[in-house]
């Protein structure tokens, strides 16, 4: 992209911040450059944001009936999913999987517990419970 082709249209996503991006300027070089950001990102990103709400509104049903252990709410409560909380805790992702489970999620050790809120910035005490 062209130094002078950033876009510069604005996205309520950014919170009036500007991120950086990289283009070719007026001798071709590669330099940094700071943009607003567009529209279709603004699109996207709200897209995303609003599907890991749903996901961590389903999840939390879920949780109040039985079927989920609060691990999974607040996974999507944090914005992550398996891969990414897998990747955060340095748990394998199938034992994470294993982990949503409400009955294999009340037998962690208190290390692994503390391993999961560390992943996700909670206490073990907050991630034991809903909020």
Do not use: C
């Not at 950014?14 to 283009?23: E, F, I, T």
């Not at 007026?26 to 279709?40: K, L, N, Y």
């Not at 609003?50 to 109040?64: I, M, P, Y």
């Not at 999987?97 to 996700?120: I, K, M, T, V, W």
């Amino acid at each position: 992209m062209d130094l002078d082709a950033v876009p510069q249209e604005g996205n309520a996503t950014l919170a009036g911040h500007s991120k950086l991006m990289y283009a070719r300027d007026a001798q071709g070089r590669v330099v940094t450059t700071t943009s607003r950001g567009w529209e279709a990102e603004e699109i996207v990103t709200s897209h995303a944001v609003d599907l890991l709400v749903g996901q961590a509104q389903a999840a939390r049903l879920r949780v109040q009936a039985g079927l989920a252990s609060p691990l999974e709410y607040w996974m999507y409560e944090r914005r992550m999913d398996v891969a990414l909380l897998s990747q955060t805790s340095g748990f394998w992702q199938w034992r994470v999987r294993r982990h949503l489970q409400p009955r294999h999620f009340a037998a962690l050790s208190p290390a692994q517990l503390a391993r999961y809120g560390d992943a996700l910035g909670l206490s073990v005490s907050t991630l034991q419970g809903l909020p």
